[in-house]
Protein backbone atom coordinates (compact mmCIF):
# COMPACT_ATOMS: atom_id res chain seq x y z
CA UNK A 1 0.00 0.00 0.00
CA UNK A 2 2.72 2.53 0.94
CA UNK A 3 4.44 1.80 -2.37
CA UNK A 4 1.69 2.71 -4.69
CA UNK A 5 1.16 5.96 -2.68
CA UNK A 6 4.66 6.73 -3.01
CA UNK A 7 4.26 6.30 -6.57
CA UNK A 8 0.82 7.89 -6.72
CA UNK A 9 2.16 10.87 -5.41
CA UNK A 10 5.68 10.95 -7.57
CA UNK A 11 3.51 10.94 -10.49
CA UNK A 12 1.90 14.00 -9.59
CA UNK A 13 4.73 15.57 -8.32
CA UNK A 14 6.40 14.74 -11.88
CA UNK A 15 4.59 17.72 -12.82
CA UNK A 16 5.40 20.73 -11.40
CA UNK A 17 3.41 23.20 -14.15
CA UNK A 18 -0.05 24.56 -12.94
CA UNK A 19 -3.03 24.11 -15.41
CA UNK A 20 -1.89 28.25 -16.03
CA UNK A 21 1.49 27.10 -16.71
CA UNK A 22 2.81 28.96 -13.56
CA UNK A 23 5.73 26.44 -11.53
CA UNK A 24 4.55 25.30 -7.96
CA UNK A 25 6.79 26.57 -5.54
CA UNK A 26 7.20 23.80 -2.75
CA UNK A 27 10.10 24.78 -0.03
CA UNK A 28 10.88 22.08 1.64
CA UNK A 29 12.70 23.13 5.21
CA UNK A 30 13.94 19.87 6.73
CA UNK A 31 15.24 18.66 3.14
CA UNK A 32 16.95 22.02 2.98
CA UNK A 33 18.48 21.97 6.20
CA UNK A 34 19.71 18.14 5.46
CA UNK A 35 21.30 19.62 2.12
CA UNK A 36 22.73 22.17 3.72
CA UNK A 37 24.55 19.95 6.60
CA UNK A 38 25.71 17.78 3.31
CA UNK A 39 27.57 20.63 2.05
CA UNK A 40 28.89 21.90 5.02
CA UNK A 41 30.27 18.10 5.61
CA UNK A 42 31.30 18.01 1.98
CA UNK A 43 33.95 20.85 2.77
CA UNK A 44 34.79 19.72 5.81
CA UNK A 45 35.92 16.00 3.57
CA UNK A 46 37.44 18.34 1.48
CA UNK A 47 39.65 20.51 3.58
CA UNK A 48 40.82 17.21 5.44
CA UNK A 49 41.46 15.50 2.10
CA UNK A 50 43.51 18.70 1.11
CA UNK A 51 45.37 17.77 4.24
CA UNK A 52 45.56 14.47 3.71
CA UNK A 53 47.17 14.51 0.47
CA UNK A 54 49.98 16.97 1.61
CA UNK A 55 50.67 15.49 4.08
CA UNK A 56 50.68 12.02 2.56
CA UNK A 57 52.79 13.47 -0.72
CA UNK A 58 53.84 11.17 -3.13
CA UNK A 59 52.08 9.33 -6.13
CA UNK A 60 49.09 8.43 -3.15
CA UNK A 61 49.20 12.32 -2.76
CA UNK A 62 49.24 13.18 -6.40
CA UNK A 63 46.30 10.47 -6.95
CA UNK A 64 43.96 11.58 -3.59
CA UNK A 65 44.17 14.90 -5.42
CA UNK A 66 41.50 13.15 -7.60
CA UNK A 67 39.31 12.08 -4.96
CA UNK A 68 39.77 16.07 -4.17
CA UNK A 69 38.03 17.16 -7.43
CA UNK A 70 35.74 14.94 -7.55
CA UNK A 71 34.61 16.30 -3.90
CA UNK A 72 34.49 19.86 -4.68
CA UNK A 73 32.00 18.89 -8.04
CA UNK A 74 29.87 17.11 -5.30
CA UNK A 75 30.08 20.08 -3.01
CA UNK A 76 28.54 22.10 -6.60
CA UNK A 77 25.87 19.78 -6.66
CA UNK A 78 24.92 20.35 -2.80
CA UNK A 79 24.99 24.27 -3.78
CA UNK A 80 22.34 22.93 -6.33
CA UNK A 81 20.29 21.08 -4.54
CA UNK A 82 19.97 23.45 -1.66
CA UNK A 83 18.22 25.72 -4.41
CA UNK A 84 16.24 23.10 -5.35
CA UNK A 85 14.90 21.76 -2.03
CA UNK A 86 14.57 25.38 -1.12
CA UNK A 87 12.14 26.44 -3.98
CA UNK A 88 14.58 28.96 -5.36
CA UNK A 89 14.66 27.07 -8.41
CA UNK A 90 11.13 27.05 -8.98
CA UNK A 91 11.09 31.07 -7.30
CA UNK A 92 12.96 32.05 -10.17
CA UNK A 93 10.41 30.63 -12.78
CA UNK A 94 12.98 27.65 -13.52
CA UNK A 95 11.50 24.11 -14.09
CA UNK A 96 13.76 21.64 -12.13
CA UNK A 97 12.92 18.38 -13.39
CA UNK A 98 12.42 19.37 -16.93
CA UNK A 99 15.56 21.48 -17.38
CA UNK A 100 18.34 21.16 -14.68
CA UNK A 101 17.66 17.28 -13.62
CA UNK A 102 19.78 15.49 -16.21
CA UNK A 103 22.69 18.08 -16.24
CA UNK A 104 22.28 17.31 -12.30
CA UNK A 105 22.72 14.01 -12.47
CA UNK A 106 25.72 14.07 -15.39
CA UNK A 107 27.47 15.94 -13.01
CA UNK A 108 27.21 13.88 -10.50
CA UNK A 109 28.28 11.05 -12.38
CA UNK A 110 31.36 12.60 -13.22
CA UNK A 111 31.90 13.43 -10.00
CA UNK A 112 32.08 9.84 -8.82
CA UNK A 113 34.18 8.88 -11.94
CA UNK A 114 36.71 11.31 -11.01
CA UNK A 115 36.58 10.38 -7.26
CA UNK A 116 36.57 6.34 -8.50
CA UNK A 117 39.88 6.81 -11.08
CA UNK A 118 41.55 8.98 -7.74
CA UNK A 119 40.90 5.56 -5.79
CA UNK A 120 42.21 3.15 -7.94
CA UNK A 121 45.51 4.98 -8.92
CA UNK A 122 45.79 4.73 -4.92
CA UNK A 123 45.13 1.31 -5.09
CA UNK A 124 47.57 0.74 -8.08
CA UNK A 125 50.27 2.50 -6.46
CA UNK A 126 50.01 -0.36 -3.66
CA UNK A 127 49.48 -3.19 -5.93
CA UNK A 128 52.82 -5.03 -6.04
CA UNK A 129 54.37 -6.44 -8.98
CA UNK A 130 56.22 -9.43 -9.55
Do not use: C
Amino acid sequence: MFVMVSMLSSAFAMNQLRPDGTIDVVVDIPSTIAVVAALAATLVAIAYALRFSRAIGGELGAAFKFVNIGLFIFAITRVDDVLKVSGMWAKWGIDYKRTLWLPHSLVLLVAFLIIAFGFSRMAKTFTVSD
